[in-house]
C-alpha cells in the first residue's frame, strides 16, 4: 500500500494503523458506508478523480490502492 493512501487511511480517516494492510478486507480496516463516502471526497478532492463506482469493488486496501492509482494515471 502507497505512503499516501496509508496517511488518508490513518490521518483523515481515523483508521487503525495496526489493522491497515494490504490483504486486509475494508470491512476488517474498519470502514462502513460513511468511511467510504469520506474517502471518495477526500480522493476527488486530492487528486481529482472519481472512485465512487468502483470503490466497493475492492475487496481488499491492497485492491483499492491499485484502483486508486490506475485512476490517477488515467487508465
Do not use: C, H, N, Q
Amino acid at each position: 500500500m502507497t505512503s499516501d493512501l496509508t496517511r488518508i487511511l490513518i490521518d483523515d480517516l481515523r483508521l487503525p494503523a495496526e489493522r491497515l494492510t494490504d490483504d486486509t478486507t475494508l470491512d476488517d480496516a474498519g470502514f462502513d458506508s460513511l468511511a467510504l463516502v469520506e474517502l471518495s471526497v477526500l480522493l476527488g478532492d486530492r487528486y481529482g478523480i472519481d472512485v465512487d463506482d468502483d470503490i466497493r469493488g475492492a475487496a481488499t486496501l491492497g485492491r483499492l490502492d491499485l484502483l486508486i492509482a490506475a485512476k490517477r494515471s488515467g487508465r
